[in-house]
């Protein structure tokens, strides 16, 4: 039986996908190859624990699928510890949390208004539902993160743990200081790279595995992989709280933080997702993801470049990864929520996205977010962001005429329907 329903829907998101430009900053075009390794009989077997330690029969060639996952992602990241089993970038944290905390412990996150992570202690998320959430930020002025007010912030409410990393944070992080500050305190400190990971991969962007104790990342932002999750640690060590096994020898943090995956959060793990976790770790290793990498950073530059020259005024005057966010309060009349409908009909996706001290609801916004991953993948360069940014910047000042709106949208999808959505390294 063939569901055509179904499969007109996936043509018809295959087409909107094709057509358009994206530039959500969190998303990206997966390799035919990563695609295809999702979709086969892998999703038919169930793998509870971890390769090796199983609770099921019949898990040899996942075990073996699995572990070279695990292999890859230490290799890439020069991790001595990998779990590859989280189903997505919050189920990530979730579990690192459930493993490292006790309910109501205080955590130290960076501010969800100011670009933070939902899962980092919003008061909407089981982070900020069960533990006691507490923020840090960036200056009005400056948009950037002042660590002597990490410092101070981290003294006063004394977290157990310390979350650096963001959704919308277009400047690089001081892992060290962030480690002297959870030493001083004696929090554990997690890196949640979600967004920079195929930057910090590839050496672009500062490294955070020799300096926290845990790092989490998503696989589907710039590490171009499936939807899903996963974690490492570049040491591993003696659990702090002194917890023995039964003959009383010290239980590794490693055992500590799988037990958060399964059984602590998760059931079966996705093996047909981590078969694709592999292949993108394996595409992540090439040289022509490094190529691929460094020119998600020359469109990131050029299109900040383009935007700043027509007026625009991004957060912390620039960027140095992937990302960028505008503050439109600065040169327009418009909310983030008209400025992304606007683009959406002109066939370019955007996010609308709070900015540190937005005086409008997080459903409506002052800023959008804008990203160059997905567009890189498709092989654009810096040319081609110049262009994509006069038409945003048209559409942006237009937001109410209809017809030069549709006029962009026929130019967008004559320009991008020539590239290809299968990136190839
Ligand atoms: C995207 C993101 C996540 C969550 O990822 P999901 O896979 O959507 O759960 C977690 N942390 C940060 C910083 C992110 O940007």
């Known amino acids: 039986m063939r569901d055509t329903e179904i499969q007109q829907l996936i043509q018809a998101e295959t087409t909107r996908q094709v057509n358009g430009v994206e530039l959500i900053a969190s998303e990206n075009y997966a390799s035919k190859e990563v695609i295809d390794a999702m979709a086969n009989v892998f999703t038919n077997k169930y793998a509870e624990g971890y390769p090796g330690k199983r609770y099921y029969g019949g898990c040899d060639v996942v075990d073996k699928v699995e572990s070279i996952a695990i292999d890859r992602l230490k290799k890439l990241f020069g991790a001595e510890y990998a779990n590859v089993q989280p189903h997505s970038g919050a189920q990530a944290n979730a579990a690192i949390f459930l493993a490292t905390l006790q309910a109501g412990d205080t955590v130290l ?68 200081r962030f480690r002297a500050i959870a030493d001083s305190v004696g929090a554990l400190l997690l890196a949640d790279i979600s967004h920079p990971a195929g930057m910090i991969a590839t050496g672009l962007l500062n490294d955070p595995v020799p300096h926290c104790h845990i790092v989490s990342t998503t696989t589907h932002k710039t590490l171009r992989g499936p939807r899903g999750g996963v974690f490492m640690m570049g040491k591993d060590f003696e659990n702090p709280w002194g917890r023995t096994t039964r003959k009383g020898s010290p239980i590794m943090m490693s055992s500590v933080l799988n037990s958060g995956v399964f059984p602590g959060m998760q059931g079966g793990p996705l093996e047909h997702i981590i078969a694709a976790k592999a292949v993108a770790f394996n595409e992540a290793l090439s040289p022509g993801f490094a190529t691929y990498q460094k020119q998600v950073k020359a469109n990131a530059d050029a299109m900040a470049d383009a935007f700043v020259d027509l007026g625009y005024k991004i957060i912390s005057g620039g960027t140095v990864n992937h990302l960028m966010l505008l503050d439109l309060r600065h040169n327009l009349d418009i909310s983030g929520k008209v400025a992304d409908a606007a683009l959406g009909r002109a066939h370019i996706t955007v996010n609308k996205n709070m900015v540190p001290f937005d005086d409008k609801s997080p459903f409506v916004t002052s800023g959008i977010r804008i990203g160059s991953p997905a567009i890189t993948s498709r092989g654009l360069v810096e040319a081609d962001c110049v262009q994509i940014v006069e038409w945003v910047d048209a559409v942006l000042k237009n937001s109410d005429n209809d017809s030069m709106i549709a006029d962009i949208g026929k130019q967008v999808e004559a320009k991008m329907s020539k590239y290809s959505i299968y990136p190839t390294v």
């Open 109 to 176: 996150g960076f501010d969800l208004s100011h670009g933070g992570h939902l899962s980092h202690g919003s008061s909407v998320n089981f982070s900020g539902k069960i533990y006691d959430a507490q923020f840090y930020g960036v200056e009005e002025q400056s948009g950037l993160i002042d660590m002597d007010k990490v410092a101070a912030k981290a003294e006063a409410c004394q977290p157990k743990l310390i979350i650096c990393g963001a959704s919308a944070y277009s400047q690089d992080w001081d892992y060290i």
